[in-house]
């Protein structure tokens, strides 16, 4: 077999990849906001994230995946915390107030702050003008479903939570760019299941500062949150989660991150249809808004080549040369085209 016949990613996986995190992360809005009716957040995430890493290391193992070396663990460990930790434990977090669908269109800017970040490090790439047009009409999204009263501490979305959820966003992003760029096992399920575990003790402590262990009662968690805590292990972090790593190894960190388009959309009209939350026109709005610009960024870098994809030295969920990002083997200039 020729090494760009193993290079290159099979579609159907990633196919199935994106229709998992497209669909099944869309719904696990809805789910958190069942599951923290009765469990606190972190303290959901800590055991759904402990639970799921153990089942996908032991199961990787299992296949014959190698045991990961020091360095590895320390990479999962440092973007585990970032995306599942941080970026995750702000959308459970923020769900105790502020409705799931608007949650997933905070959310949605993650693929913004990925343009904005990669831009930003040291011999990043510059954004074209379409790429800043959608810049700005992604922070105009944010002012609209925010509101002004909201601006000024008049209005019916928390401040603070939108602050943490878009602090989440933020880390989520660092966490993916670090993710393409590191070293990490062969093995994309490896490197979700370390990344789920140093999650689970980062938000497990979490939960002991902000002494939730205190508030659980197991007799009072419902069959409701406790069917939702099960739904979020298997579809949310064993199959989406592991989905989203694998694509990072095969697409680049844009085109993976496109979930955050699509996911909105299915929180928006699932809380609607089952939760009773509200749908109002500046939602809309703002969901079109912000989702426009999301599609300007994506399609611009579609359309300057900027696949990803790694060097054919590597195979799916490898590293091409160490030190260097999962892409074509680019150069890393500013004279870049857009991100």
């Not at 930003?120 to 479903?145: D, E, K």
């Not at 993916?176 to 370390?194: D, E, M, Q």
């Not at 299915?266 to 808004?289: D, H, K």
Request: with cysteine; hydrophobic share 50%; glycine share 10%.
């Amino acid at each position: 077999m020729t090494p760009a016949a193993i290079s290159k990613p099979n579609r159907t996986r990633v196919i199935l990849a994106f229709a998992a995190v497209y669909l099944l992360w869309g719904s696990t809005y809805l789910f958190i906001k069942y599951a923290i009716e009765t469990i606190p957040p972190f303290l959901l995430g800590a055991s759904r994230f402990f639970v799921a890493g153990v089942l996908l290391y032991v199961a990787a193992r299992w296949c014959g995946a190698p045991k990961p070396t020091r360095d590895e663990w320390r990479a999962a460990a440092i973007t585990g915390v970032l995306m599942l930790a941080f970026g995750n434990g702000a959308v459970m977090w923020a769900e105790k107030s502020v409705p799931s669908g608007v949650v997933a269109l905070i959310v949605s800017s993650v693929p913004i702050w990925i343009v904005v970040l990669d831009w930003l490090r040291p011999n990043g790439r510059r954004p074209r003008r379409p790429v800043l047009l959608g810049l700005v009409l992604g922070f105009a999204g944010m002012v609209i479903l925010v509101g002004p009263r909201a601006i000024v501490g008049q209005g019916h979305i928390d401040e603070v939570a939108t602050g943490i959820l878009l602090a989440g966003s933020v880390a989520w992003a660092v966490g993916t760019l670090v993710t393409r760029v590191g070293k990490r096992p062969g093995s994309p399920i490896v490197f979700a299941a370390l990344q789920m575990l140093a999650a689970a003790v980062a938000m497990l402590i979490v939960a002991f500062i902000t002494r939730e262990p205190a508030s659980l009662s197991l007799s009072n968690v419902s069959m409701r949150s406790f069917l939702s805590w099960g739904y979020l292990v298997i579809a949310g972090s064993i199959i989406g989660y592991t989905a989203y790593v694998y694509l990072l190894g095969v697409v680049s960190a844009t085109k993976a991150a496109t979930y955050a388009y699509v996911n909105p959309i299915i929180a928006v009209v699932l809380g609607w249809a089952f939760a009773n939350e509200p749908l109002s026109g500046r939602t809309l709005v703002a969901a079109a808004v912000i989702l426009a610009s999301v599609a300007i960024i994506t399609a611009t870098q579609t359309a300057t080549g900027h696949t990803g994809e790694h060097p054919a030295a590597g195979k799916p969920g490898e590293p091409g040369k160490a030190g260097e990002p999962w892409e074509s083997g680019e150069p890393r200039g500013r004279e870049r085209p857009a991100a």
